[in-house]
């Protein structure tokens, strides 16, 4: 049953996110499927890889609200 729902998941992934429909899915062989999920398994890890280390080397620092608060008012005593 497992491999069931793995099959249909990926059946479903490739439907959605590929655009394709589900009677050219249904005509293909089985080894093409699973080849075809292997490289659509692929390219998601290789994005998913990538993005995080955008996300990595593009961090922000954190806005912190009342140290800027603060910074301005000490700035604010300086010129009076």
Known sequence: MTHLNSLLKN???LQKN???QEFAIDSWPYWML???IKIVNELTEEEEKQRKKEDSSSKTPNFNPSSMMNS?????NKFK
């Open 11 to 13: 059946k479903l992934l």
């Open 34 to 36: 699973e080849e075809n």
């Open 72 to 76: 301005m008012s000490s700035m604010a």
């Open 18 to 20: 590929y655009h394709l």
